[in-house]
């Protein structure tokens, strides 16, 4: 069976995609429930590390998934390849801000196009390929990830080592990270990153308690190139996350 496509964002938002390993950690048919803790650094100017615990629905029939990180469809599969199109939600550490910083800068919740390839190379590693294209008219962006990971054995502990990178559109880029005009003050000029290309590196753990319950873990860190963490709205160069929880499969 082919491997499971990764995160396709920054981690802070990826605590909240759907094609993030501790949305789906089954295969299986059938439902899915569970809670996920997820801690992670907001990149943003006056915000600190967020707690967000937050819920994992989800159902699968086949190749069709529908659950709280949106619908997805496996329109290709063979042992090695797996070829899926989806509709996906793209939040962002801008949805919702009390800083002074940010006064005036704030951020909805988009909907994404995802095209997503899953490669079996052999040996445990493999090889995704993502891309999403924004479609409820806010900025238009694209991005593009490429990952290869490594799936090993540990015990009852699958563990899962990722690396990677998500490319972003000038559109993309600007909505994530820029200032508009009318978002301009006194200390906050316009800002636009253009195209940026966001490296990464995750690890992750899951552990069947029995044949319901998994408890499941992320780790993950996210380098923002200078482009990014120029913008008048961003502080720092990393985003360090850590996601865990459990989830009951039925």
Excluded: C
């Amino acid at each position: 069976m082919p491997h499971m496509i990764r995160p396709i964002a920054p981690v802070f938002v990826a605590l909240m995609v759907p094609n993030s390993p501790l949305a789906e950690p089954s295969r299986a048919d059938g439902w899915s429930l569970g809670v996920i803790a997820a801690i992670a650094d907001n990149p943003y100017v006056g915000e600190g590390s967020d707690v967000l615990p937050y819920p994992v629905i989800s159902y699968r029939q086949g190749p069709l998934s529908i659950g709280t990180f949106g619908v997805d469809y496996d329109v290709y599969t063979t042992n090695r390849l797996s070829l899926s199109v989806g509709l996906t939600p793209r939040f962002t550490g801008l949805l919702s801000t009390d800083a002074p910083e940010l006064e005036g800068v704030e951020r909805k919740i988009t909907g994404d196009l995802a095209l997503g390839m899953a490669y079996e190379i052999g040996a445990g590693f493999s090889a995704d390929l993502a891309f999403r294209q924004e479609l409820t008219g806010e900025h238009n962006g694209q991005e593009l990830v490429v990952d290869l990971g490594y799936d090993t054995q540990l015990g009852k502990v699958g563990l899962q080592f990722s690396t990677g990178a998500a490319w972003q559109s000038k559109d993309l880029s600007r909505f994530m990270w820029g200032v508009s005009t009318s978002e301009a003050r006194l200390g906050r000029p316009a800002y636009a990153p253009g195209n940026v290309v966001i490296p990464y590196a995750a690890a992750n753990a899951t552990l069947p308690v029995n044949d319901k319950w998994t408890l499941v873990g992320t780790v993950r860190v996210d380098f923002l190139p200078n482009e990014i963490s120029d913008s008048p709205i961003v502080d720092g160069k990393n985003i360090y996350s850590l996601n865990f929880g459990a989830t009951y499969s039925f």
